[in-house]
Nanobody
Framework: QLQLVETGGGLVQPGGSLRLSCAASGLAMEHYSIGWFRQILGKEREGISCSSSSGEYRWLDDSVKGRFTISRDNAKNTVYLQMSSLKPEDTAIYTC????????????????????WGQGTQVTVSA
């Protein structure tokens, strides 16, 4: 059974840090590009970061660039999103998704490109 599970969310003060994990089971993550998305209440889901299957290519949206970092450990079947200097506007449900890598280019910020999704984890940034 294919499954992605996000952990690491929670309540943090502005300026604080969290590390989200996306653990996969039922698939070999080394064959999948992984994206991180977030959905702020009342808004559409937005792509904020992605990593190619090897981890060689990584993308960060301008809204998080310089504050967030994506990394992966394929041996552990896990992708991480390190979030620092968190702001109240980062409050959202964060979800990871897997795109089967077949060597063709794809728009990693587009949710429609992804095949499997986790349930999400809530991140709340508040004093």
């Amino acid at each position: 059974q294919l499954q992605l599970v996000e952990t690491g969310g929670g309540l943090v003060q502005p300026g604080g840090s969290l590390r989200l994990s996306c653990a996969a089971s039922g698939l070999a993550m080394e064959h999948y590009s992984i994206g991180w998305f977030r959905q702020i209440l009342g808004k559409e889901r937005e792509g904020i970061s992605c990593s190619s299957s090897s981890g060689e290519y990584r993308w960060l949206d301008d809204s998080v660039k310089g504050r967030f970092t994506i990394s992966r450990d394929n041996a552990k079947n896990t992708v991480y999103l390190q979030m620092s200097s968190l702001k109240p506007e980062d409050t959202a449900i964060y979800t990871c998704a897997a795109h089967q890598a077949d060597g063709t280019p794809y728009m990693c910020y587009d949710p429609n490109e992804y095949d499997y999704w986790g349930q999400g984890t809530q991140v709340t940034v508040s004093a």
